[in-house]
């Protein structure tokens, strides 16, 4: 965070995406929502990854090789979303230090790495048991103790051989929230994230007032230098980044979208607010 910036209230669920770890993960991977990567539970049933694919398969469409590794707890993140279109891959099902232990020896040991996604599930395994609530020792404890393990990773980072000649940037964040029935619904506990970004690119004046889970995709898509192609059809946006060391983007038109219904009580009405990007040489029917 001291190179970098947090957010703690940046949205995993929108128009009623159930926050179960199956769309939370395919949003977080595929920079859309679930009304096109079609996951609406932990099934993957109607998963629709051929038109939607992950980022790992977005960035082979510009013809530059990537080397990526992925460390894994939760199995259907890497056969299921990424369908083994990682690089290398291991998978870690104990909740121990192993998963941190392997990527750390796999940063230190391997010069050709543009990537590595890891995902810890020690912390939604303690909610579950203990309930998600930051009065709950035992599952604050285990926060800390995935602290703990991150600074692990960043520690075998740092000690690269060609560290001081790399630039890296570093996304922390999860796939939904919780409370203390657990997660699935849309209180706002079980919707709302946290992001950190961190790294010698970042610059906290390009956020957003409000940051969702599918801006993830295309953040670090124009960290690694590649260009957006529209017809991705992503619907989240590159955030905090320098733009004096990223590739500007070509604007790409949409319709409103992302939105969100608020109640106001006192005048007995419902409020809609969205985005949209009306591009001039785009025609737009209504």
Known sequence: IENGFYINDALSSINQQPTYSGPGWSSMITGVWMDKHGVYDNSFNGSNYSEYPPFTSLLETNEEEFHMASF???????????NESMGYNELHPEYNESIAISASDYLQNTPE???LF????????????????????????V????????????????NRPNYQNEDWLIIITSDHGGNLSG???QTLE???IPIILSGNSVNQLNVP?????????????????????????????????????????IECPTCPSIIQPSINYSEYKI?????ENNVEEYQYLI
């Open 118 to 141: 890891l995902a810890f599930d020690h912390v939604d395994h303690a909610g579950h048991t203990y309930g998600f609530g930051p009065q709950i020792t035992n599952y604050t404890n």
């Open 209 to 249: 007032d409000q940051l969702y889970i599918v801006d993830i995709v295309p953040t670090l898509i124009q960290f690694l230098g590649q260009n957006i192609d529209c017809n991705w059809e992503l619907e989240g946006n590159p955030f905090g980044l320098n733009s004096e060391n990223i590739v500007e983007q």
């Open 190 to 192: 079980e919707r709302l």
């Open 72 to 82: 894994i707890m939760w199995s259907p993140i890497e056969f299921n979303i990424f």
């Open 143 to 158: 926060i800390s103790e995935i602290d703990d393990y991150i600074g692990f990773v960043l520690n075998a980072l740092e």
């Open 183 to 185: 997660h699935g619904g």
């Open 271 to 275: 409020e809609l607010s969205w985005q």
């Open 113 to 115: 790495i543009d990537l």
